[in-house]
């Protein structure tokens, strides 16, 4: 149990236009979601958490406008990254709280490149 | 500020060598300590949470173990599979915030 899948793991989009990513809890309820970026050889950053049903809260720097979050339901939440620039390219993963722990388990990540 | 240090960078086994990876954290009000395994190009992979001092997890040749300021994930008799990157990290009860913060990992190799 306990399995999270990200749609894409790859895309590669040209500079300006918008990168729309799906991360779903596929046997349990996650009532939270979270968005991390991980740069190469370096831990994960967290961006936003992410309520099922509420606005997201983002981390200190992370630009709302850009970055857009939606958890439309407790078994998917969406990273949309709008007017996209090369220096977005990075490996962005979510991860979902299984409902009643404090455990985060992660999805396999997907690898945005900007052209 | 919670913060987690991890040691040492990077790690060289020879298969079957038994070792220990070390996490050091300082949080205020530990909701959990979380050891996840990652393969390159891919997402964590959940391994063990621990809670409170004194508390101890097995899963196959990995055993996780913790204090109140570190937590060790010792490695029985490691195979070359076991070569990845081992992430530690912490929640605290500060704040409302879910966050974690994780340490900047472990690098494992274990050579045949």
């Known amino acids: 149990g306990a399995v999270v899948s990200q749609h894409p793991s790859r895309v590669i989009c040209k500079s300006g236009t918008s990168v729309k990513i799906e991360c779903r809890s596929l046997?349990?309820?996650?009532?939270?979601m979270f968005w991390y970026r991980q740069f190469p050889k370096q831990s994960l950053m967290l961006m936003a958490t992410?309520?099922?049903?509420?606005?997201?809260?983002?981390e200190q720097g992370v630009e709302k406008d850009k970055f857009l979050i939606n958890h439309a339901s407790l078994t998917l939440s969406t990273l949309t990254v709008t007017s996209a620039h090369p220096e977005d390219s990075s490996f962005y993963i979510c991860?979902?709280?299984?409902?009643?722990?404090?455990?985060?388990?992660f999805g396999p990540g997907t690898r945005l490149t900007v052209t | 500020e919670d913060q987690v240090t991890q040691s040492p960078e990077a790690l060289r086994l020879q298969e079957g060598e038994s070792s220990s990876l070390n996490c050091s954290y300082t949080?205020?009000?530990?909701?959990?300590l979380f050891w996840y395994r990652q393969d390159p190009g891919k997402g964590p992979e959940f391994l063990f949470t621990?809670?409170?001092a004194g508390e101890e997890k097995e899963k196959e040749r990995l055993k996780a173990t913790l204090t109140k300021k570190e937590s060790f994930l010792h490695i029985t008799a490691p195979k070359p599979e076991d070569s990845a990157t081992y992430l530690c990290?912490?929640?605290?009860?500060?704040?409302?915030?879910?966050?974690?913060?994780f340490g900047k990992g472990t690098k494992l190799t274990v050579n045949p």
């Open positions: 990290a912490v929640q605290g009860d500060q704040g409302g915030s879910e966050k974690l913060v």
């Open positions: 046997d349990f309820q996650a009532t939270t």
């Open positions: 991860s979902a709280r299984r409902a009643g722990t404090y455990e985060q388990y």
């Open positions: 621990l809670y409170s």
């Open positions: 992410s309520n099922e049903g509420s606005k997201a809260t983002y």
């Open positions: 949080v205020s009000g530990l909701r959990g």
